[in-house]
Nanobody, 130 residues
Framework: QVQLVESGGGSVQAGGSLRLSCAAS????????LAWFRQSPGKEREGVAA????????YYADSVKGRFTISQDNAENTLYLQMNSLKPEDTAMYYC???????????????????????WGRGTQVTVSS
């Protein structure tokens, strides 16, 4: 059973930075899709960034491209999301998610959408004030 625990959320002013972490345990394979999603009140959960663990390929939503960076530390089984130049519209609950996927490219991982993932963390809140 894969377990995911997010941390690193908080409140920052516009233009600031945060680094989210997602500690993972219980992996039984070596090839996964890992992704960050976010959800604001009254809105659907949306993809932010994804990574294919086998290739290390990454893919980003247009709204965060150039500002956010997704990365993984295989030795520590941790997924990261570095968020720079934060905007008020980035305010949301951020979730990490995982699914087993052999040799999957990040674009496929991102395009799977939230319904394509079966392992989820509980989320960490990010609030950006103007």
């Amino acid at each position: 059973q894969v377990q995911l625990v997010e941390s690193g959320g908080g409140s920052v002013q516009a233009g600031g930075s945060l680094r989210l972490s997602c500690a993972a345990s219980g992996y039984t394979g070596s090839s996964y899709c890992l992704a960050w999603f976010r959800q604001s009140p009254g809105k659907e959960r949306e993809g932010v960034a994804a990574i294919g663990t086998h290739s290390g390929s990454t893919y980003y939503a247009d709204s965060v491209k150039g500002r956010f960076t997704i990365s993984q530390d295989n030795a520590e089984n941790t997924l990261y999301l570095q968020m720079n130049s934060l905007k008020p519209e980035d305010t949301a609950m951020y979730y990490c998610a995982a699914k087993s996927c052999s040799y999957c490219h990040a674009y496929y991982c991102y395009s799977s959408g939230p319904h394509g993932y079966n392992y989820w963390g509980r989320g960490t809140q990010v609030t950006v004030s103007s």
